[in-house]
């Protein structure tokens, strides 16, 4: 599992006692292991030979004593592992959860999975399969004592320990590209089935089912194909390693039991070999079985490692004056995440702080691609934005975010109650919070809800009507007396009440001082702002005055 000095392995510092320790336990454990076999001796080669009941209960006094020690450091052992694993999810999930939002941001990916990839990491460091991997390097030791029983058997030992390794050498050449062929295609189905139950209700309503079944079906198939591959390959090498154990500890009882006969080794020496190629072997045997884990384990860390590398800690800026809501477009273009191909480029602009601006053009002309911008949704690929003369990327987040409102075109709540969400999940002022919904035109209507402003809204505000939850998501955006307002088309899902109550709210934002871009389709609301941007082809057509553009825009519909 290799890592980046910015990923996985720097946590992985901080877990190195814990490792210490568990090397330790594995070398106390696996040298305990010896005290079976040399029980075993001792019965056959100096009780059963002397007869003498002492010496039996002496020893049988020291190897229960010894073994229960054992089993006291194997459960050691396994709570520390438990601990480790614990303590790297404690040490990397905050990190993950802001490095999947800016990957998200950064280069479009989905990484739903980062959190599903770190379970598997830590399942795997606290489940059986790692103790395998663990014992194996004790091997060696266990084949150097029957090397020092007897030359031949250690060297039939070793021999099948070598055969045990190269099957577990081809049960990685033969499953990796199947596993990761799998884990990709398990990747696409999901994203698929997450797409559908997203536009169920449309899905449902034009009956398109069976037509979705059909695109996500051969994905799926393709995930059982390459399993079921997978799964063949690695029973038949875990049977073929499991027959050759077994084969090995016949051979070895043969061994032994030819130079017994030869007076070469006595019977205590051929039990006790046998007991311990055995258990030379079982780590080779029981990795072949746990390898599965092991490789998916594996591909876990290694695109948790590649998505904190890419998106490395950095400190927060200092702290700058409140901003005032000078915003500054300064030859600015931009590109959705992931790709290099602008949608806008060139566009230069000044809003004064409390100017109410309009931002209008034809579909696809790159007005929410403006508007994400402006926010910091989607980074410049080149030019800038400054807020209050700044780049937005040198305000500290935890002062941005208070001083940005947004309302995007696709209107999504987060699962939580209404005054949660329009306190943007943070220590709600519940004068603020009133302050925002009553700016919307909502105060009233929450009130007369059976749970006012503690109402649930459900996952994606399924509990809200449509136009109930742009108000919401309009009032988030109101929050807190923000400098900078973004409205992506606010107005799409209200009635006249609540067009005429967002107009007299971005009036009184303006009188406020507070800037206001406005994107809308709708002239009736432009009645509230005083100035006009015109998008084009993702170019800025014009900037001028609100009567000037709205009067040039009638004629030329007209025209």
């Given amino acids: 599992m290799s890592s980046s000095p910015d990923g996985l392995r720097e946590t992985a510092k901080k877990l190195v006692p814990a490792g210490i320790w568990v090397i330790v336990f594995s070398f106390l454990i696996n040298l305990l292991m010896l005290v079976p076999p040399l029980f075993m ?17 002496t020893l049988s006094a020291m190897a229960v004593g010894l073994l229960i020690v054992l089993g006291l450091l194997e459960w050691t052992r396994k709570r520390v592992m438990v601990h480790a694993g614990v303590r790297l999810d404690t040490l990397v999930s905050e990190r993950l959860f802001h490095s999947g939002f800016a990957e998200s941001r950064r280069a479009g990916r989905e990484t739903e999975r980062i959190f599903e990839d770190l379970t598997q990491v830590r399942q795997f460091l606290t489940g059986a399969g790692i103790y395998a991997f663990l014992d194996a390097p004790w091997t060696p030791v266990f084949l150097a004592v029957l090397f020092a029983f007897a030359p031949l058997i250690g060297w039939a030992s070793l021999v099948a320990a070598v055969v045990l390794f190269v099957i577990a050498l081809i049960n990685e050449l033969a499953t990796r590209r199947a596993i990761a062929e799998a884990n990709t295609a398990h990747q696409t189905s999901t994203a698929q089935m997450r797409s559908h139950l997203r536009n169920v209700d449309a899905i449902s309503a034009m009956r398109i089912e069976p037509q979705l079944y059909e695109r996500w079906a051969p994905t799926h198939a393709q995930v059982l194909v390459r399993q079921a591959e997978a799964s063949k390959y690695s029973a038949a090498l875990t049977s073929a390693a499991k027959a050759l154990r077994l084969v090995a500890q016949v051979i070895i009882l043969g061994v032994g039991a030819w130079l017994v006969v030869g007076e070469q080794i006595t019977p205590g020496v051929m039990i006790a070999s046998s007991i311990i190629m055995a258990r030379a072997l079982a780590p080779i045997d029981q990795a072949i079985g746990a390898w599965r884990g092991f490789v998916v384990a594996r591909g876990a860390w290694r695109r948790l490692d590649e998505l904190l590398k890419d998106n490395p800690p950095g400190d927060d800026p200092m702290p700058l004056p409140a901003p005032k809501g000078l915003v500054q477009a300064e030859g600015l273009a931009v590109a959705p995440p992931g790709t290099r191909k602008p949608i806008i480029q060139g566009v230069n602009f000044t809003l004064n702080p409390g100017e109410a601006v309009g931002l209008v053009g034809p579909s696809a002309a790159g007005k ?57 999940f943070g220590n709600a002022d519940s004068e603020a919070v009133i302050s925002a919904a009553t700016e919307a035109g909502l105060h009233e209507r929450i009130l007369q809800l ?21 108000r919401v998501a309009l009032a988030r955006a109101l929050y807190g007396a ?35 871009v406005l994107i809308s389709h709708r002239v009736a609301v432009l009645e509230a702002v005083q100035r006009v941007l015109v998008m084009r082809d993702g170019r800025l057509a014009a900037d001028d005055g ?12 007209n025209a």
């Fill in 368 to 424: 929410s691609t403006l508007a994400r911008a402006l926010v910091g949704i989607w980074p410049p690929l080149a030019g800038n934005v400054r807020l209050d003369g700044a780049r937005l990327d040198q305000w500290p987040a935890t002062q941005l975010g208070p001083a940005l409102g947004y309302l995007p075109q696709e209107v999504e709540l987060l699962d939580g109650t209404i005054a949660e969400n329009i306190a943007r």
């Fill in 41 to 57: 001796l001792q019965i056959f080669d100096r009780v059963l030979t002397s007869g003498s009941i002492p010496t039996l209960v």
């Fill in 450 to 470: 059976p749970e006012g402003y503690e109402t649930p809204v459900g996952v994606n505000g399924h509990n809200l009507s449509a136009g109930m939850r742009q």
């Fill in 546 to 557: 609100r009567d000037a553009i709205l009067k040039r825009l009638t004629q030329g519909q």
């Fill in 482 to 516: 923000p400098s900078l307002i973004v409205l992506d088309e606010p107005n799409s899902n209200l009635d006249q009440d609540g067009e005429r109550a967002l107009v007299e709210a971005i009036r009184a934002l303006s009188q406020r001082g507070q800037t206001v």
